[in-house]
């Protein structure tokens, strides 16, 4: 993980430097555009094109398209260089932390920067409509903890809901209505002065019992060879438990879909060691 997170933090670093040149500059070619443009406009309506040459090369490069598409390329490509910048920012939140310290920490904003990094893998795929994500999120104190490893949970477990809407559905699910919504749900709440909680729901087959009494287990998976090395829950179990004292925890039932609950005390001090 920590290898990892130097690795994602790294990247994060090296593409934010090119961006901030197109971001930067795009601002400057939009207001030269816009100048250019006006101006042949000007031209256009205070001196109407006389020579046969200049109203050919003006039909060959369709300027009237130019006038009309120019701008709106831009602000696409705008909207582009946003998007990187916002991407960048999450790799960077996500991965900012030393393992090494316990720090105070908006969990928002790990759960955000979290499905920031997972946003490609929510859209819709040839088998599968698009995953929504509703979010129901409590006003919580910063916790203390260890963000990195947290949001590693919460990369783990937003994952294997993920994968469960996308798994085939289920003779039972399948029963649903067609127009079905594939969903994950985020709540935060502040169970007492102590503790937060964070569930993750995901609305796919769910869980059968047998799965879930080992599904804990090192190396224990469901997924076909190469797909899943069951190493997901182990060690986000591991992380919540031994590392912030807290608790990690399943309600599922067969075609119900799947929550997960972690629990983790605000402060390390106070709480102690998990209940
Ligand atoms: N939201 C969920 N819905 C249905 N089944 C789940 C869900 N989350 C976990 N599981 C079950 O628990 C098993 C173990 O999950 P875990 O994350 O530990 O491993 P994995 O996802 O199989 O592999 P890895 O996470 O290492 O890629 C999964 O194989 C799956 O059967
Ligand atoms: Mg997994």
């Known amino acids: ?19 901030n040149f197109i971001h930067g500059n795009l601002a400057y070619v939009q207001n030269y555009v816009e100048a250019l443009l006006g101006l042949v406009k000007m031209y256009q309506e205070q001196c109407p094109i006389t020579t046969t040459e200049i109203r050919a090369e003006a039909e060959d490069v369709d300027l009237e398209f130019i006038q009309n598409d120019l701008p709106k390329t831009l602000d696409s490509m705008k909207t582009g260089s946003d998007r990187i910048r916002e991407i960048v920012l999450s790799l960077r939140s996500f991965s900012r932390f030393d393992e090494a310290d316990i720090k105070l920490v ?39 903890c260890y963000a990195g490893l947290l949001n590693q949970v919460f990369l783990n477990v937003l994952t294997n809901a993920i994968e469960a809407l996308s798994t085939e559905r289920t003779p039972q699910t399948s029963q649903a209505p067609v127009d079905r919504l594939d969903q994950i749900t985020l709540q935060t709440a502040l169970v007492d002065e102590q503790w937060v909680q964070i569930k993750i729901a995901d609305n796919g087959p769910g869980i059968t019992p047998e799965v879930q009494q080992k599904m804990f287990d090192p190396f224990f998976t469901t997924k076909s060879v190469g797909e899943g090395t069951g190493m997901g829950l182990a060690v986000s179990y591991q992380i919540v438990t031994e590392r912030h004292g807290g608790q990690l925890t399943c309600r599922s039932s067969l075609g119900e879909g799947a929550e997960f609950i972690i629990q983790i005390p605000v402060r390390r001090t106070v709480t102690g060691e998990s209940t």
């Open 1 to 19: 993980m920590s290898g990892f997170g130097k690795i994602v933090a790294g990247s994060a670093h090296e593409i934010n430097n090119p961006v």
């Open 106 to 144: 908006d969990i928002h904003e790990g759960l955000d920067s979290t499905l920031m990094i997972l946003g490609y893998r929510l859209e819709a795929e040839a088998d599968r409509p698009e995953i929504r994500v509703h979010r129901d999120y409590a006003i919580l104190p910063l916790v203390e």
